[in-house]
Structures are given as C-alpha cells and as structure tokens.
T-cell receptor, first 113, second 110 residues
Framework: DGGITQSPKYLFRKEGQNVTLSCEQN?????MYWYRQDPGQGLRLIYY???????QKGDIAEGYSVSREKKESFPLTVTSAQKNPTAFYLC????????????FGPGTRLTVL | DQQVKQNSPSLSVQEGRISILNCDYT??????FLWYKKYPAEGPTFLIS?????DKNEDGRFTVFLNKSAKHLSLHIVPSQPGDSAVYFC?????????FGTGTSLTVIP
C-alpha cells in the first residue's frame, strides 16, 4: 500500500528538549511538506522540500529544522527554541509536474510538558 | 496575511439536505483549487479539485464551483450524510506551495 507514515502518533516531551518527528513516504513523490495545525488556524507551512538535499522555510520555520537525505524521508526536529511547540504536526507529499493534490500522513500530536 | 479564507467556522445541516461550504481567495493568479476533508486527530484527505479553466467539477455527491471574478469557490454536498461530519479545508496550489483556509466544521444532523 502506498502512503505516508508518521510516527509516533502521540509524543510527549519535557520543555527544553529537542524532539524529532518521523515522516516516510513510498509514493515516489519528490516534494514533501511539514505543516502545523492549531485550533482555528488551519494548516501553517513549516518547511518544504522539492528535492533531496534541498529544502525551504515556510511561514513558521523558526524553532524547527529539517533534513532531506533520502527521497522517502523528511524528518522534522522541534527544537527548544520553538516557543509554543504543543500542536498537531502533519507531513504531506506531492508529485512533480502540473497540478497535483497533496497526500497527508496521519499526523503526530506533540505535547510539551 | 491569509491568502485563502473560510469565513464560516461551522455549519450544521440536516441529513439529506444540501451542505454548502464557501471559500474566498485573494490572488487572481491562483489557478488550481482543492477541497480536503479532515477528521479529528487524522490527516486531511483529498476530496475534489478544480482548475481555473473550469467553473464546475462534479464527483458523486460533491461539486465544486469556481467564480473567478468574485475570487470565490464553494463545495456542495448533496445529499448530506452523517458521515460527512468533519472539518473541510479549501486550498490553493500555487508555485511550490499549497495555501490552506482555516477550515469549516460541518455537522450533519441525523
């Protein structure tokens, strides 16, 4: 089955700790994205990557970092510099060329205690 | 500044009736629009899309209408079913990014 997996589903961390959220896709998509969802604010773009070893900041990149060493994987690190990290994080991917819909993973709920 | 706006945070509809969800956008250059459905604690799933060369696209119970002069699109669900209860996001694919609205929570009352 092709799709996007995110792990874990729920994650708890103490304030001041860095944490890395996993995102893997087997859709052979070139582009991958990280969004954050907060109540009443829709989906806000954190980072995106169009190709391996290249990525760009989205609207709310401060306090986050990413890597894209493999086409299938786009992990997101929430650093201690992120002021309000508790949120629902969504990973997505899309094919290249023309117009395409985004496919989303199931999300990771991060709670910082 | 919000590029895509959904001004109704919530909508309630009786089962069997029509649900109409609305979305406004700011940039007349946008030319590909999408609707997503999202259940709590899950990722959004793609519903239907439309390009600016069309003004209507239909898929089963779901129809999307695009009014380019008003920079407005709407999603019609007919007939509405209780399983349609979810948050609906409109989105725009422009360049390398997707821009999402804030969502409308639809409740279909049995």
């Amino acid at each position: 089955d092709g799709g996007i997996t995110q792990s874990p589903k729920y994650l708890f961390r103490k304030e001041g700790q860095n944490v890395t959220l996993s995102c893997e896709q087997n859709l052979n998509h070139d582009a991958m994205y990280w969004y954050r969802q907060d109540p009443g604010q829709g989906l806000r773009l954190i980072y995106y990557s169009q190709i391996v070893n290249d990525f760009q900041k989205g609207d709310i990149a401060e306090g986050y970092s990413v890597s894209r060493e493999k086409k299938e994987s786009f992990p997101l690190t929430v650093t201690s510099a992120q002021k309000n990290p508790t949120a629902f994080y969504l990973c997505a991917s899309t094919g290249q060329g023309g117009y395409n819909e985004q496919f989303f993973g199931p999300g990771t709920r991060l709670t910082v205690l | 500044d919000q590029q895509v706006k959904q001004n109704s945070p919530s909508l309630s509809v009786q089962e069997g009736r029509i649900s109409i969800l609305n979305c406004d956008y700011t940039n007349s250059m946008f030319d590909y629009f999408l609707w997503y459905k999202k259940y709590p604690a899950e990722g959004p799933t793609f519903l239907i899309s439309i390009s600016s060369i069309k003004d209507k696209n239909e898929d089963g119970r779901f129809t999307v209408f695009l009014n380019k002069s008003a920079k407005h699109l709407s999603l019609h669900i007919v007939p509405s079913q209780p399983g349609d209860s979810a948050v609906y996001f409109c989105a725009v694919h422009f360049g390398n990014q997707f821009y999402f609205g804030t969502g409308t929570s639809l409740t279909v009352i049995p």
